[in-house]
């Protein structure tokens, strides 16, 4: 039995497949015009970017690693607020070898069409942020 994905996770599923593609374009392809982009807890102290400052950052992170993949735990649809709630693993291979895993939730509020991503609030792994800002330091990493 074949099941029929809504347009909503269809665009969901196609940003996480833009994470795991290290392509930027490929990223930002769902992305809205006025796409944001924030980082749970704030203690982190990491600002809320736009859809330019999201493509510099993904660019930064992209660039420290050979391969990459955002797979998902659990996947919530919420029809009535048209957001999408996502725990997964991240998991990839650091330019080097180094294996990189993290988990991160994320909540992906869409376009009244459901086409497009127009903000995503992900909450991440607070050690391994500091980890990657401390001994990675990716371009672009804490560019505001």
């Given amino acids: 039995m074949t099941i029929q994905r809504s347009t909503r996770l269809n665009t969901v599923y196609t940003l996480l497949d833009g994470y795991g593609s290290l392509s ?3 990223l930002i392809a769902p992305l809205a015009a006025n796409f944001k982009h924030s980082v749970l807890p704030e203690s982190l ?4 970017r736009g859809r330019e400052a999201f493509e510099q950052h993904a660019a930064g ?6 391969s990459f993949a955002m797979v998902p735990n659990a996947i919530f649809e919420d029809t009535q607020k048209n ?10 291979v650091m330019k080097g070898g180094r294996e990189w895993a993290n988990e991160c939730v994320m909540i992906v509020q869409l376009s009244e069409d459901q086409r497009e991503v127009i903000e ?3 909450f ?3 050690a391994k ?8 330091k990716p371009p672009g990493f804490d560019d505001e």
């Fill in 120 to 122: 995503v609030t992900e």
């Fill in 45 to 48: 102290g990491m600002a809320t």
């Fill in 129 to 136: 942020a500091l980890e990657m800002r401390k001994n990675v």
């Fill in 24 to 26: 930027v374009s490929t």
């Fill in 61 to 66: 992170i992209f660039s420290v690693f050979e």
């Fill in 124 to 126: 991440v792994d607070s």
């Fill in 83 to 92: 957001a999408v709630i996502i725990n997964a693993k991240m998991e990839g």
